[in-house]
Nanobody, 120 residues
Framework: QVQLVESGGGLVQPGGSLRLSCEAY????????MGWYRQAPGKQRELVAS???????NYLDSVKGRFTIARDTRKNAVYLQMNSLKPEDTAVYYC??????????????WGRGTQVTVSS
C-alpha cells in the first residue's frame, strides 16, 4: 500500500524558515507531478507549489520568492523550503503525488498533512 510520510512542520516565528519533506513509499507507477497544498482554518485547500516530472515548477503568487519546491527522484520525495515565513502562511500543509498507471489513467496520492504555525 502506498504511503506518503510528511515531516518538518512546526511552530516558527515570523521571518523564520522551515523545510517540509514528503517521501512516498511503495509507489509502483511513474510519478508525473508532485506538489504541496495548504489549508488554513475556514479556507479552501490551495496549491502552494508544484513540480512536474520535467522539472517545471509553479508557485502561488503569495509565496513566490520565499518558497522553493524540490525533489529527490531516487527517494520519491518532494520538499518545500519555506523562508521569510509570515503568519498568513499558517496552515496544514499536504503533499500530493500524481502518478500515471497506464494510458489515460492518472491518480493522486495525498499525505496526511503537517501543521505549520507562524507566530511570535
Amino acid at each position: 500500500q502506498v504511503q506518503l510520510v510528511e515531516s518538518g512542520g512546526g511552530l516558527v516565528q515570523p521571518g523564520g524558515s522551515l523545510r517540509l519533506s514528503c517521501e512516498a513509499y511503495r509507489i509502483n507507477f511513474s510519478i508525473i507531478g508532485m506538489g504541496w497544498y495548504r489549508q488554513a482554518p475556514g479556507k479552501q485547500r490551495e496549491l502552494v507549489a508544484s513540480l512536474t516530472s520535467g522539472g517545471s515548477s509553479n508557485y502561488l503568487d503569495s509565496v513566490k520568492g520565499r518558497f522553493t519546491i524540490a525533489r529527490d527522484t531516487r527517494k520519491n520525495a518532494v520538499y518545500l523550503q519555506m523562508n521569510s515565513l509570515k503568519p498568513e502562511d499558517t496552515a496544514v500543509y499536504y503533499c500530493r503525488i500524481n502518478v500515471v498507471a497506464g494510458p489515460g489513467t492518472e491518480f493522486d496520492y495525498w499525505g496526511r498533512g503537517t501543521q505549520v504555525t507562524v507566530s511570535s
